[in-house]
């Protein structure tokens, strides 16, 4: 079915300044190309109607409805309207790391909450946002109203990165607040150190919450690859070290690799859905398997 | 660096190449780069110090590159040390001169191939590495100068084998020996290096200024068996004695035939062992009639020049004798050596003052007869070395004017003690029982037929012959010179002076008198019938004697002349017939020189002073020593250090590894 669908490449939206107008083009390729939407609820309490959208189960249609207004129509329950999700977005410094011309890690990852909120909204779920670094963090607590989308869309575009990465300490704090049980979708570079990572996920999942993973990468990150002298730079601690491409590229590769397996086989064991997402794939082609993978997991 | 010198310094200029991977490396340096990075907590202190440890490799394997290129120009350019006299080889303006032994041991077969013609495969090797324009002379033994050739791959026309190896003639044929400089020049000596080489090599090497190779290509375990001497039994002429030598093999039944005139006429049997020399006894079947006789003994060895000798029964030429005096008193004595047949004797007479130097050289025998002045030939004979020995048979002057004279000719150191006597009854000659030595046999004379009256006293030596009043009538002595001499106490000739008696000439002993005197003479000091060997030059029987001879081997083709040249030899063993002008011809045996066959070698004592500049190879060095000159001596220390310098690329060089992906 992804073959059908003409994903719009990251260089194609970034052009698209407003994030609301880059959202909806994002949504919309995506809902035509799922099957039947992974949420469903399973509640008797019937709460109103709502179109029936392209690409959903058939069965789903109120037939009765149908037969007397000629118009396909689905009929939503209370628990399926109650979904609290919860968006987790790393603004830290390390996320404006760009070596494309398309975008950044932050860019990528805030052009994603905004989908996955426009999807969650859209289907009448709550959704609320949690922007982070070690510095001040944003917090729009789950709401499904298209209010609530606009706040977060706004939130979003006007969020500037900065600050070093501390998840460990910022998804804790969020896990104290969480008082009901929802969704939790991470969407960071995740360099911080992985014991700390995994405590807080652990936290999360304590708080009975299913937590996903989005591991914003870049292309360079993925496959690291350098030639002659290199004056690294950290982005968050402005640090600096003198390394050569060669001995860079095999001591990031060999790292990178390690630090994913132990991130990776952590989240296996907590029930974690774990995605790695390379900034130059396509937003559709992301989401779409992001879906996908989340339906086989729950 | 000022010890090395470049066969091609032009290639130098290829040095220029060292900036290639200069440039290369500076071109692929990139700069270090700024790169603002999400993290880097995956560059531990280990990267920093592998990205140090990278560039310093980096820098070596730019080095090593560096040292490639050098190594690789240096070996086209060919380093030699520039102390390295033989490095002569490799210039082209040089000129290399090669002697080939050409004795007569050079014939051994060492694995199938004679040592003379291997030497000349290593010539033609030697031949092969020198520059094209290098300048190749061979030494030509019978023209005894180098000739120029274009390959030393063949012998010279016309070559000589067999000859002595005369090494001092070819010493002089070098340049630098007659004052010419040697400049660019070399010699190559290709020499089983025999004993008997070994004395004149040592002094030659002591003489030249140019670089010497001598080069060995004897045999390193040489085995050969061989005959080594033939006697001919004089009383009893049915038995042959054949000395037959071994080394360094064994002979197991071996048979040694004699043939003589082609017919075999003898077998007997031979074992010996290594080491040893056996005298064995041939009988033949009949006597020998014919004159040319041959002992072959049938083994298979690697030389086989030596399994073979000639004998020739009752030839080998006449003997000469010079008779000096006054005609008259000359002429019985000449007839009668004549008068014994002309294969025994040729003589001739001279007065006292026109008798050459010639002349006295060239006789075995000379008769001095009633000698009254000594003229410069006759003294340099009686008081110098120079004609070697030589037999002299003295007959006195007895008439009173001259009879003082005796006394300064004769060996003694009183000439006053040499008087001449007159007893006027005459006394004979006893026979034989004072000189059984020489007269054992003959016919017992009447003694009135053979008296004196008129006789020499204070002959010096011992008495051969007695007078019957016991005074000495012959005797013999060999001087301070080595001459032999025969002395009569009476003349032997006519005597001037009227005297009763003392005419021996009239009797019957006077003929066989003279020719067992001569013979005495002769055999003291070892002298007769002249012997030849192969290859060694001896001296011309007809050299003075104004007529000469034809020479022709027994297949009966001539192959020489022989005339006025002082000195003649005969390349190959065999019977030869001499036919001299005017005369009955004779033949001769001649044998091989058993120094020859003598495999015994010895390295040439090489002077402290020559060290560098004379080596001493066997032919398995001979190959790589030259190939080493051509392409300079020190290449193959640079071939090592190119070697190493490859392998340290090896070790330095890395591939450029792409990083593996993230996501299984």
């Known amino acids: 079915m992804s073959n059908q669908i003409s994903f719009l490449k990251p260089e194609h939206l970034a052009p698209i300044r407003n994030l609301t107008l880059r959202t909806k083009a994002i949504v919309e390729g995506t809902i035509a190309g799922l099957h039947k939407s992974p949420y469903h609820?399973?509640?008797?309490?019937?709460?109103?109607?709502?179109?029936?959208?392209?690409?959903?189960?058939?069965?789903?249609?109120?037939?009765?409805?149908?037969?007397?207004?000629?118009?396909s129509v689905v009929r939503l329950y209370e628990d399926e309207t109650n979904l609290f999700a919860w968006l987790l977005l790393d603004k830290s410094a390390s996320m404006t790391f760009n070596s494309t011309a398309a975008m950044s890690k932050f860019e990528y990852a805030r052009t994603l909450a905004a989908s996955l909120s426009w999807i969650l909204v859209r289907q009448r779920d709550a959704v609320g946002l949690y922007a982070f670094d070690s510095g001040e963090h944003v917090m729009l607590p789950p709401r499904s109203t298209n209010t609530q989308l606009k706040a977060i869309l706004t939130r979003l575009e006007t969020m500037a990165p900065g600050g070093t990465t501390a998840i460990a300490r910022s998804l804790s704090r969020l896990a104290e607040t969480i008082r009901k049980r929802g969704l939790c979708i991470v969407i960071s570079d995740l360099l911080d150190e992985p014991t700390a990572i995994i405590t807080a996920l652990r936290h999360l999942r304590f708080k009975r919450q299913d937590v996903m993973v989005l591991w914003v990468l870049d292309p360079l990150e993925r496959a690291f690859s350098a030639a002659g002298g290199l004056d690294v730079r950290d982005l968050e601690t402005g640090a600096g070290v003198a390394v050569d491409g060669l001995t860079a590229s095999e001591y990031f590769s060999r790292g990178m690799l390690g630090h994913q397996k132990a991130i990776e086989d952590a989240c296996r064991s907590l029930r974690i859905g774990f995605e790695p997402v390379v900034t130059s794939e396509p937003f559709q082609k992301a989401l779409l398997r992001v879906l996908a993978k989340r339906r086989r997991l729950f | 660096m000022s010890g090395i010198s470049f066969v091609h310094p032009e290639f130098l200029w290829a040095l220029s190449g060292l900036a290639i991977p200069v440039i290369v490396h500076f071109l692929n340096r990139k700069r270090s780069r700024r790169l603002e990075f999400s993290t880097i907590r995956f560059f531990s202190a280990g990267a920093v110090s592998t990205s140090r440890m990278r560039r310093i490799k980096r820098l070596l394997l730019l080095l090593v590159r560096m040292a490639a290129i050098a190594a690789v120009v240096v070996i086209f350019s060919g380093p030699y040390s520039a102390k390295d006299p033989f490095m002569v080889l490799s210039n082209p303006g040089a000129s290399v001169y090669a002697f080939v032994d050409p004795t007569m041991s050079m014939d051994y077969r060492d694995a199938g191939m004679p040592l003379w013609k291997k030497s000349f495969f290593l010539c033609d090797t030697l031949s092969q590495y020198l520059p094209a324009a290098a300048k190749r002379y061979l030494y030509n033994e019978g023209r005894s100068e180098f000739v120029q050739v274009k390959s030393f791959g063949a012998p010279p026309e016309p070559f000589v084998r067999h000859g002595p190896a005369d090494i001092d003639k070819m010493a002089f044929a070098l340049p630098g020996s007659t004052g010419r400089g040697a400049g660019m020049a070399a010699l190559a000596v290709l020499s089983d290096f025999q004993q008997n080489i070994g004395g004149p090599l040592d002094t030659m090497l002591v003489r030249v200024s140019l670089p010497v190779l001598l080069v060995s290509v004897a045999p390193s375990e040489p085995r050969n068996c061989g005959i080594r001497d033939v006697s001919l039994s004089a009383a009893n002429r049915s038995v042959i004695t054949v000395r037959v030598a071994c080394q360094g093999r064994n002979l197991d039944s071996a048979g040694i035939s004699v043939s003589a005139g082609g017919m075999r006429c003898g077998r007997a049997a031979v074992s010996a062992g290594p080491g040893r020399a056996e005298n064995v006894p041939v009988t033949v079947t009949a006597d020998l009639q014919n004159p040319l006789g041959t002992v072959t003994l049938d083994c298979d060895d690697p030389?086989?020049?030596?399994?073979?000798?000639?004998?020739?029964?009752?030839?080998?030429?006449?003997?000469?004798?010079?008779?000096?005096?006054?005609?008259?008193?000359?002429?019985?004595?000449?007839?009668?050596?004549?008068?014994?047949?002309?294969?025994?004797?040729?003589?001739?007479?001279?007065?006292?003052?026109?008798?050459?130097?010639?002349?006295?050289?060239?006789?075995?025998?000379?008769v001095l007869c009633g000698v009254r002045q000594l003229s410069p030939p006759l003294a340099i004979l009686l008081h110098n070395r120079s004609f070697g020995q030589k037999a002299i048979l003295f007959s006195p002057a007895t008439d009173s004017a001259y009879a003082n004279v005796n006394g300064t000719i004769l060996p003694v150191r009183d000439p006053a003690s040499c008087a001449v006597v007159y007893d006027p009854k005459p006394h004979a000659v006893v026979l034989p029982d004072t000189v059984s030595q020489l007269f054992s046999g003959f016919k017992r004379l009447k003694d009135a037929d053979a008296a004196v009256s008129r006789y020499c006293t204070g002959l010096p030596g011992g008495a051969l012959l007695r007078l019957d009043n016991g005074k000495p009538f012959a005797t013999h002595l060999v001087d301070s010179m080595g001459n032999s001499w025969v002395m009569a106490a009476a003349p032997l000739g006519m005597a001037r002076e009227a005297r009763p008696g003392g005419a021996l000439f009239e009797t019957g002993l006077y003929v066989p008198l003279l020719d067992r005197l001569a013979k005495f003479a002769l055999s003291a000091i070892q002298k007769g019938q002249q012997s030849w060997v192969a290859g060694v030059p001896a001296k011309n029987p007809f050299f003075g004697a104004k007529r000469g001879a034809l020479v022709f081997d027994a297949a009966g083709k001539l192959i020489s002349r022989w005339s006025s040249q002082p000195l003649v030899a005969f390349s190959s063993p065999g019977h030869y017939r001499i036919q001299p002008d005017g005369q009955p011809s004779f033949w001769v045996a001649v044998e091989m020189d058993t120094a020859e066959a003598d495999f015994t070698y010895r390295a040439p004592v090489i002077p402290a002073s020559k060290a560098a500049s004379v080596k001493f190879l066997s032919s398995r060095q001979f190959g790589a020593f030259v190939k080493s000159r051509r392409s300079g001596s020190y290449s193959q220390w640079v071939w090592i250090v190119l070697g190493l310098l490859l392998l340290a690329e090896v070790f330095l060089w890395e591939k450029k590894r792409m990083p593996s992906s993230l996501q299984k």
């Open chain 1, 41 to 71: 609820g399973f509640s008797a309490q019937f709460l109103e109607y709502r179109p029936y959208l392209p690409g959903e189960a058939a069965r789903r249609i109120d037939w009765r409805k149908y037969a007397k207004t000629g118009r």
């Open chain 2, 303 to 366: 030389f086989p020049a030596d399994n073979a000798w000639y004998f020739v029964r009752g030839g080998g030429g006449a003997l000469r004798v010079l008779v000096v005096g006054e005609p008259d008193e000359c002429f019985p004595v000449a007839a009668a050596f004549n008068s014994l047949g002309a294969s025994q004797w040729a003589a001739k007479s001279r007065q006292a003052h026109i008798v050459s130097y010639d002349d006295i050289d060239s006789a075995a025998l000379v």
